[in-house]
Each structure stands twice: as structure tokens, then as C-alpha cells.
């Protein structure tokens, strides 16, 4: 049997766990620029108070055993044209979609943490990961009560490695919009997934979210 002290050490651990092993149900979907004010407006209005602003740079990585990645790994960090690069990153670990087609969103396990160092690249090959791209990301992030809407503009480097606005240039006249929650991995799903799509058919016909099985080819 258990002793005290390590029935202590397990529930501690388990708490631990639940702090960063979570589940992310989402919703994507996007929007013509001209029609950005009529969201931010619509947003306003049903929303938590405010926003935060955000200019970020993204890399997705993949670690692949069979035909498919089983494991993507984000690497994000404060975007600055002038210096280009900065050595706080927020990695985020990304699993498979849950198999269920009877849910209205995608279900997916992130592990989120944060991480400070002057070589991230020499880091991640040593890992084994592939780059699959990168971009720019620039725009706005509401809350309403656990869901975070996140509007995006995106763009791209003409030349890898180069970051200088002149080298930069826009992917499409639409903004990204996605719609998110993020729940203890222990819990039941579905009861928050249909939560999640009830309140984006509050942004409709602005916008008309979905479930992208974008790992489908």
C-alpha cells in the first residue's frame, strides 16, 4: 500500500500533469479585410471587454514515424521587424485530432510552455524536426469567458531566414479567425466542443467557422 507521503507525491504529480497535458477544441474560418470592422464590432459587443494585440512569428515543426506526423511542435515568439529575432519562444506541442466524427469541432492534446535561447534552431534539429513553414502572424485576440477568438493577418518570407519587411509579402486579402478553448485533458469534451460551435454562429454570416480536417490529404 501507499504510504501518506506517496499519496502525496502522486496527487501532486497528477496536479502537476493537469497544468500543461490539456485539450484544445477549435474552429477555423476567415474573413475578407474590407470586412474587418463589422466583426471587430460584432465581437465588441459580445465579448469580454478589450483585446490584445500581438505581432508573432511562427514555425511549425513536424517529427514523423509512418506517412503521417504524429507530433507538431509550434515555435512562436514576439515578432520585430528591426531586430528580427528575439530569444523568448512559446512552444507548443500539438497531437493528433481526436476520431470522432460526431463532434462538431476539432479536438486535439497541447502540451504549452515557454522557453528562452540564443540557438532554437540548432535545438530543434537535434530533436529530428522538419520545418513544414513559417509565418507571419499580426492582429488581435478577444475573449469571451474561456473562449479566445484570435483574428489574424498572415504573411510570409519571400527568402527563408530574411525577416525584413521588404521581404515579407501578404497570404491572400483574407484574415485567418479562429476560435478556441483549451480544457483539463481529463475532461469530457464534447459538452464544451458544442459550446464552442453554438457560440460561433454568433459571427455568422461574418463569418462561417468549421471543422477543418486538415489533417486529411
Known amino acids: 500500500r501507499m504510504s501518506d507521503e506517496e499519496k502525496g507525491d502522486a496527487a501532486n504529480q497528477d496536479s502537476s500533469a493537469q497544468t500543461y497535458q490539456r485539450k484544445e477544441c477549435i474552429l477555423w474560418g476567415s474573413l475578407y479585410e474590407k470586412n474587418l470592422l463589422d466583426l471587430e464590432n460584432r465581437l465588441a459587443g459580445i465579448c469580454d471587454p478589450g483585446y490584445t494585440d500581438f505581432n508573432e512569428h511562427e514555425m511549425s515543426f513536424s517529427l514523423k514515424t509512418n506517412a503521417t506526423a504524429d507530433v507538431t511542435l509550434r515555435l512562436r515568439r514576439k515578432f520585430h521587424a528591426e531586430t528580427s529575432s528575439t530569444n523568448q519562444w512559446r512552444f507548443r506541442y ?27 534552431m540548432d535545438f530543434v534539429k537535434t530533436l529530428g524536426l522538419r520545418l513544414d513553414y513559417e509565418y507571419i502572424a499580426k ?6 469567458g474561456a473562449i479566445k477568438i484570435v483574428v489574424s493577418s498572415l504573411k510570409r518570407t519571400k527568402i527563408v531566414g530574411k525577416y525584413e519587411m521588404e521581404n515579407l509579402e501578404k ?6 479567425i479562429e476560435l478556441s478553448v483549451t480544457i483539463p485533458d481529463s475532461m469530457e469534451y464534447l459538452p464544451v466542443a458544442r459550446q464552442l460551435k453554438t457560440f460561433s454562429t454568433q459571427l455568422y454570416p461574418l463569418v462561417e467557422l468549421q471543422k477543418v480536417e486538415y489533417w486529411m490529404k
Open 94 to 120: 500539438v497531437g493528433r485530432p481526436e476520431p470522432d466524427p460526431t463532434c462538431p469541432v476539432v479536438v486535439r492534446k497541447v502540451i504549452d510552455s515557454v522557453a528562452h535561447s540564443h540557438n532554437m
Open 139 to 144: 492582429g488581435k485576440v478577444w475573449t469571451c
Open 171 to 176: 497570404l491572400g486579402d483574407s484574415l485567418l
